[in-house]
């Protein structure tokens, strides 16, 4: 039963981050609790800040991509953690103001509970990540 459940916790999070993807916001935002605390990138620009709840998450996104001249993201590999999944994500993008082309591969732990994501943390590392997920020492 456990396993079928953090399996589920998986596609759980692979809809919710397909969902986003494709534009498709308010699918998205139902994986999301209501209440999600969606923390700052361990290492990024807003490491030590939280956003909480759906409005907060939306205007941080929103946010950060008015930095972007274009911008790509793509999920890479799902993790099963019980209770955790690990996304590895690779961003490609080109700063408006700057003009830098910046690609990262980053990793984000989702922490799933009664079927929805109720706390997330991105890391820049993704061995960060998987040893947040008790996935690594």
């Known amino acids: 039963m456990r396993r ?36 700052g990138t361990i290492a990024g620009l807003d490491e030590g800040r939280t956003y909480r709840g759906h409005q907060e998450v939306v205007e941080a996104f929103v946010e950060s991509l008015r930095d972007w001249e274009r911008h790509s993201l793509a999920t890479e590999r799902f993790f099963d953690a019980g209770d955790r ?38 890391y820049m590392d993704r061995p960060g990540a998987l040893e947040a997920a008790g996935l690594q020492k």
């Open 4 to 39: 079928a459940m953090s399996q589920e916790n998986v596609e759980l999070v692979r809809r919710m981050c397909d969902a986003f993807l494709a534009g498709d916001v308010a699918t998205a935002l139902r994986g999301l609790h209501e209440d999600v605390k969606w923390h």
């Open 85 to 122: 999944v690990v996304v590895f994500w690779h961003e490609v993008g080109r700063g408006r103001s700057s003009g830098a082309e910046v690609e990262t591969r980053t990793g984000v732990v989702y922490r799933v509970r009664d079927h929805q994501v109720v706390e997330v943390h991105p």
